[in-house]
């Protein structure tokens, strides 16, 4: 097992990814099968929104338990513009994005000397607030209790993306779009600025960067993010509804960063694996355990804390550091 493990670890990452990529364009058309395609769709949201939180809790190392709010933003800011006032899906996405990242700057900015579990907590309150907001409906235009339907579908140069396999490709298109600039972030000047206040914030202020200001920026470009999978969610399903955005979800988003690695982009994607495809898969073969798949999903986290903190696929720096700590000095 050992073996294989160092074989593939060794492989040039150019093949490996070129496989895996000629795998992902292909599925659809061997596979033929609605049901699996439409799952895969839904991982696909699910790791745009994992790769949102990654930014906030991963790079900038803040905790975040509220993020399915904006995600609640984003798919009701499409769901409002597209039946009131009849915008086009595609015209709604980048206003969807601005308009999470808008309520992100605007509930952020108050709360940025908190750290840690206070933090934390406040996120909470936060998404519990808009959930909320979204069922009493005190404007008469989130729909209250029965949500919102009739969302249309986006359409490309009049081609309206109905179909499973049509919508396949069109979250495929934002996946590799998040991944290119999730990595380009990453290597930045905004990302290594990121790197150091989650390393050492006292630190970091002492060295001239402007802590308050930086941290602004994850919550905002992680909560536009987050806009765009309620956008891309909302065509998809055509209808939405408080229920989707609750503290669960926000929950599930935070154990797919952590069970993953945090700040780690393909680590996102195995912890999207773990929490949204493999219940899936087992749904009809284990139906009874699925029952307490909170408690699993609980033991899960308690293990992994106490046995690979670091996630399934960590990080390229704790990889490092932990190849350091195996090579014996001289």
Known sequence: MK???DYFRNLDRRIFYGVLLAVVLLFPLVVRNDYWISTWVLFGIWAIL???LNIIVGYAGLFQLGHAAFWAVGAYTTAILNIYLKVPILVCLPISALVAAFFAVLIARPILHLRGDYLCIVTIGFGEIVRLFLYNDPFKITGGVNGLRGIARPSIFGLEIS???AYY???LFFVIITILAMQRLENSRLGRAWNYIREDEMAAEAMGIDTVKYKLLAF???AAWAGVAGNIYASRYTVIAPETFSFWNSVVMFCIVVLGGTGSIPGVFVG?????LLPEVLRSILSSILEWRLLVFGIAMVIMMIFRPEGLWPHRRYRLELRQEETPSS
């Open 3 to 5: 073996a294989l493990w």
């Open 272 to 276: 999207t694996l773990g929490m949204i």
């Open 169 to 171: 490709y069109y979250v």
């Open 163 to 165: 179909t499973p396999t």
């Open 220 to 222: 905002a470009i992680g």
């Open 50 to 52: 994992g790769l949102s």
